[in-house]
């Protein structure tokens, strides 16, 4: 739907009006605002690859290895131009942003981890063994720059290299790895009476270097008691009421 705006002689398109020099200017709302201005823009690509390899050499002994990769890139950019406005409340000509400037910023990630553990379980009789020991790797590296420049000449095609004003640079990087062992002991009589054994040892780069590693034990004692014979006239109704005592560090 369009109008004619009779003192000028030209067409206008709803939500504009003219300026004293008669150049067309949109009025100052929202929807002029989402028209008009650049919204800044986000581009991103995700790389993930993963792999797993198990072998059972004997009956009860599993072995595990697994390994991640993945690779992050983001890249942004973000004009921020002076466009004028007409305000409809007191009809006065105003910018919506006093400064215009050009940002253009972008990041990259690159993750590692590799994943070892085996495990072997045994069963005699009433008795039930299972051990399991393994250990874990993971790095990253992550760099990133971002610049700002002010001064844009061509707001249909900002750039860095063609805006004039100010420009503010920056740039950063950092890395972490971890690296742990673990290992786990289940042993159970019946599915009666349990007893869990765990400990870890972790290791962490962000840590200072005389204590980046430390040993977390923890020790569980379970007692299953839908499994004693006083229980079984009431297996239909409690299959499993079980009691649980942990210590850890």
Do not use: C
């Not at 290992?183 to 870890?200: P, W």
């Amino acid at each position: 739907m369009f109008y004619r705006a009779l003192t000028f002689g030209s067409y206008l398109n709803p939500g504009e009006t003219v300026d004293n020099d008669g150049k067309t200017i949109p009025y100052g709302t929202p929807n002029n605002y989402l028209r008009y201005e650049d919204a800044a823009r986000r581009y991103e690509e995700n790389l993930r690859l993963f792999g797993k390899l198990e072998y059972n050499p004997l009956p009860g002994w599993n072995i595990t290895a697994e390994y991640t990769f993945s690779k992050n890139n983001l890249n942004n950019k973000n004009a921020q131009n002076r466009n004028r406005y007409m305000n409809p409340n007191n009809f006065n000509t105003e910018y919506l942003f006093n400064q215009d400037f050009y940002t253009r910023s972008n990041s990259q990630t690159d993750y590692n981890a590799l994943n070892f553990y085996t495990s072997y379980s045994r069963a005699i009789t009433d008795h039930n063994l299972k051990v399991l020991v393994g250990t874990n790797y993971e790095k990253s590296y992550i760099e990133s720059f971002s610049a700002t420049r002010y001064g844009i000449l061509s707001p249909n095609s900002p750039s860095l290299g063609t805006s004039t004003g100010t420009q503010n640079t920056s740039d950063s990087f950092g890395q972490y790895a971890v690296l742990g062992y673990f290992g786990r002991i289940n042993y159970d009589y019946k599915n009666r009476y349990l007893l869990e054994l765990n400990g870890r040892l972790d290791g962490s780069s962000r840590f200072l270097k005389d204590s980046r590693f430390g040993f977390f034990p923890s020790v569980s004692a379970g007692w299953n008691v839908a499994e004693e014979g006083f229980m079984e006239h009431l297996k239909n109704s409690i299959p499993m009421l079980k009691f649980r005592l942990l210590m850890e560090r």
